[in-house]
């Protein structure tokens, strides 16, 4: 099972690129990183998700080395509604058991 | 297209009173969840269907919870009798398997008081 890290608490600025990074060292072959975000009284909303380099979507990019310990969710120039809980999830969605730890809580200043 | 659909949105009841929530999850999704969310921490997960059959509910207290997904669409959740450390938002999300993890979407939960 493999366990995941992140920073409880980050502040950034509008405007800016906020990057999270979530270790993540007992990763599994099978298993794919998946980042979901939570805004005050609202379930979870799926952001993206990928299994090795670079993934790209409409709202963010996800970031992960060769080794995979680690990724890195980037958000490109964040408003102040992307002031939320950001979760990193590892698993292969089968065997594994769904974890989403305490996540990091971001917080965009204007 | 509609979104997981949960009732009710707050409860409020005594403690040993027995309490039920409701889900109706994304048509033609055949996998639920229902988490738990205490304040300040990351949903935990209860139990795990796939259409009728329970597949995972190793976290889910079988002293005083219960869970049934009947026909493989909607589901409910009891909490028989509710304790004090009950109080938390109880969420329920469904999803189609995909690639890797599935991309779960979730309901706006139901907030649980018990006093």
């Known amino acids: 099972l493999a366990k995941t890290t992140q920073p409880i608490s980050m502040d950034s600025y509008e405007g800016q690129e906020v990057n999270i990074t979530c270790s993540h060292n007992?990763?599994?072959?099978?298993?794919?990183i998946t980042w979901y975000q939570q805004f005050p009284s609202q379930g979870p909303r799926f952001i993206i998700q990928?299994?090795?380099t670079k993934v790209t979507n409409e709202v963010a990019s996800l970031f992960i080395p060769a080794d995979r310990k680690s990724s890195t969710l980037s958000l490109p120039r964040v408003s102040l509604s992307d002031t939320a809980v950001y979760y990193c999830?590892?698993?292969?969605?089968?065997?594994?058991?769904?974890?989403f730890g305490k996540g990091t809580r971001l917080h965009i200043l204007p | 297209e509609a979104g997981v659909v949960q009732s009710p949105r707050y409860k409020i009841i005594e403690k040993k009173q027995p309490v039920a929530f409701w889900c109706n999850p994304i048509?033609?999704?055949?996998?639920l969840y229902w988490y738990l969310q205490n304040l300040g921490q990351g949903p935990e997960l209860l139990i795990r269907?796939?259409?009728?059959?329970?597949?995972?509910d190793s976290q889910l207290p079988k002293d005083r919870f219960s869970a049934e997904r009947l026909k493989g669409v909607d589901s409910t959740l009891k909490i028989q009798p509710a304790e004090l450390g009950d109080s938390a938002v109880y969420l329920c999300?469904?999803?189609?398997?995909?690639?890797?993890?599935?991309?779960?979407?979730f309901g706006p939960g139901t907030r649980l008081t018990v006093l």
């Open positions: 007992n990763i599994a072959t099978n298993d794919y």
């Open positions: 269907y796939e259409n009728e059959e329970a597949v995972d």
């Open positions: 999300a469904s999803s189609t398997r995909l690639v890797g993890m599935d991309e779960q979407f």
């Open positions: 048509s033609g999704h055949n996998t």
């Open positions: 999830l590892v698993g292969d969605g089968r065997d594994d058991k769904i974890i």
């Open positions: 990928g299994y090795k």
